[in-house]
């Protein structure tokens, strides 16, 4: 990096600063580059793209790892803003994670706070990536062999994008790690499977017998050459690019002539709204009266 500006780092999870996986990822990058360490203080999986809105953050320093890390009490969405506005309002990549449990399937990344941290980044122009295992537990981390080669493989797709950039359209990648990694294991470049769970509802009744539910679910059959697929049952490294312009890629004739119809609807409503002041025709047409 002599000769030439340090290419400056967030590193986030949704895990909280306790995890093993938020130090795992800092290892991989820290060669890379300045690495700012911020996460929440406790976990905030599940929690996607969601900001706060109604209580005040708080951001603390403390020290892990023999160096400062930053805790909030906010989302890992929240951090982006927060690193932005209180640290370093430049950054060069985020990357987010690593997460116990992989996030594989649309139906699990829209709700990950892994992926929601990288996907705020990504909004607003900053290169991000995503990492997760299929892991139980932060503490499977603790193999030496399944940590280290997590790490250089994080590593590396992190120092590609630092100096090569996204392609054009794409705004994050989502890598997920298998249980287990050797000599022989494989890395895909996967399309995104629609599920992974089957989700289930269950319902219980507390000591007062109050109702109360429990949600869950059971894993779905894997879709072959998905990232579900790739990661469960070939135990293949993913990365999956993903897009977050979430407007249709074709409009073809079927969905124009729908949307179409749908539009000359709203219009013969619209004609019919009453004058401004005229009450009695308001109501008429809010009771459904010709």
């Known amino acids: 990096m002599s000769g030439r500006t340090a290419r400056k780092i967030l590193v986030t999870n949704d895990d909280g600063i306790h995890s093993l996986g938020l130090k795992l990822l800092w290892d991989a990058?820290?060669?890379?580059?300045?690495?700012?360490?911020?996460?929440?203080?406790?976990?905030?999986?599940?929690?996607?793209?969601?900001?706060?809105?109604?209580?005040?953050?708080?951001?603390?320093?403390?020290?892990?790892?023999?160096?400062?890390?930053?805790?909030?009490?906010g989302t890992p969405s929240d951090i982006i803003y927060l690193a932005l506005?209180?640290?370093?309002?430049?950054?060069?990549?985020?990357?987010?994670?690593?997460?116990?449990?992989?996030?594989?399937?649309?139906?699990?990344?829209?709700?990950?706070?892994?992926?929601?941290?990288?996907?705020?980044?990504?909004?607003?122009?900053?290169?991000?990536?995503?990492?997760?295992?299929?892991?139980?537990?932060?503490?499977?981390?603790?193999?030496?062999?399944?940590?280290?080669s997590i790490m250089v493989v994080a590593r590396e797709i992190s120092r590609f994008v630092l100096e090569n950039g996204l392609p054009e359209g794409i705004h994050v990648l989502n890598v997920n790690f298998p249980r287990r990694i050797h000599e022989g294991t494989r890395v895909r470049i996967a399309r995104v499977a629609p599920i992974k769970f089957l989700q289930r509802v269950n319902v219980n009744y507390d000591p007062r017998g109050n109702k109360y539910y429990w949600l869950y679910g059971m894993m779905a059959d894997p879709i072959p050459g998905t990232d579900v697929y790739y990661v469960h049952v070939e135990e293949?490294?993913?990365?999956?690019?993903?897009?977050?312009?979430?407007?249709?890629?074709?409009?073809?004739?079927?969905?124009?002539?729908?949307?179409?119809?749908?539009?000359?609807?709203?219009?013969?409503i619209l004609d019919r709204l009453p004058e401004k002041g005229d009450i009695e025709a308001g109501e008429a047409v809010a009771g459904g009266k010709p």
């Open 29 to 73: 990058v820290r060669p890379l580059g300045k690495t700012i360490i911020f996460a929440p203080e406790t976990p905030k999986s599940a929690s996607g793209l969601g900001i706060t809105l109604h209580k005040p953050l708080r951001i603390q320093r403390v020290k892990y790892w023999g160096t400062t890390v930053y805790a909030t009490n």
């Open 85 to 148: 506005n209180e640290i370093s309002p430049k950054l060069d990549l985020v990357v987010s994670g690593v997460n116990v449990g992989d996030n594989t399937s649309v139906q699990v990344i829209l709700s990950s706070g892994t992926v929601g941290a990288a996907a705020q980044a990504a909004l607003l122009g900053i290169p991000s990536i995503a990492f997760s295992a299929a892991v139980e537990d932060a503490e499977e981390f603790s193999d030496p062999n399944y940590y280290n």
């Open 236 to 268: 293949s490294i993913t990365i999956s690019p993903l897009q977050l312009d979430l407007n249709p890629r074709n409009t073809d004739e079927a969905l124009s002539k729908y949307l179409e119809s749908m539009t000359a609807s709203i219009k013969r």
